[in-house]
């Protein structure tokens, strides 16, 4: 199942084509490669003051660190997510008295997290970033050191072929429109709320 988008201007097929599946295919894997190529995705995305602070815990379906991963997810994304082929947790500063490093650290594993899922696009995966764990139990699981913290669990898979195979929800839940707000109502000029045009 693919998404169509129509868009109010032209934007590249990986964006347009993007969108958060549930619907992945159990059986499927992802190779050395493919895994590689999406992290470096992550290395090589802009960084604020060449800081670098993003930093990432991959796991693969059946190893200990998707294991561990699965055991954090909050009750609606471990219905779903551990039919992924990956788990990329993206963590970066923790930092709040320093607060350009704190929230610029925000930024950069925003920046990270897209390069990510676009890069997976490109590959034919599907990458869906997840807020919903328990960042107290990944800090434990991979004892992340103090002053880094956990931001999102990115979900890497292929999508099911025959979308029957899927339960009830999870079919329902990818055949929904992809929507956005218009552009006019999030892109001012001159004045807060003055649509750009």
């Known amino acids: 199942m693919q998404q169509s988008t129509e868009t109010a201007a032209w934007v590249h097929e990986l964006i347009a084509g993007r969108w958060s599946a549930r619907g992945f295919d159990a059986a499927a894997t992802i190779d050395d ?3 590689t190529s999406i992290l470096e995705a992550a290395r090589w995305a ?9 930093r990432l815990v991959v796991g693969r379906r059946g ?3 998707f294991g561990a991963l699965t055991a954090s997810l ?10 992924a082929a990956a788990y990329i947790l993206v963590c970066t500063t923790d930092e709040p008295e320093d607060a350009a490093k704190h929230d610029y650290g925000a930024v950069d594993a925003g920046l990270a997290l897209s390069q990510m899922i676009l890069q997976a696009e490109a590959l034919g995966f599907n990458g869906h970033p997840m807020a919903g764990f328990s960042k107290a139990s990944v800090v434990e699981a991979f004892e992340i050191p ?3 913290r956990p ?15 899927l339960a009830d929800e999870i079919r329902e839940r990818d055949a929904w429109p992809r929507e956005r707000l218009p552009l006019d109502q999030i892109a001012f000029a001159e004045h807060w709320g003055t649509p750009f045009s």
């Open 63 to 65: 190893d200990s660190t």
């Open 151 to 165: 931001m999102a669990i990115l979900a890497v898979g292929r999508l099911a072929e025959d979308p029957s195979s």
């Open 146 to 148: 103090e002053g880094v």
């Open 74 to 83: 909050n009750r609606g994304n471990a219905s779903w997510a551990p039919a």
């Open 46 to 54: 802009p960084t604020w003051g060449r800081i670098q602070p993003v």
């Open 33 to 35: 490669a493919e895994l």
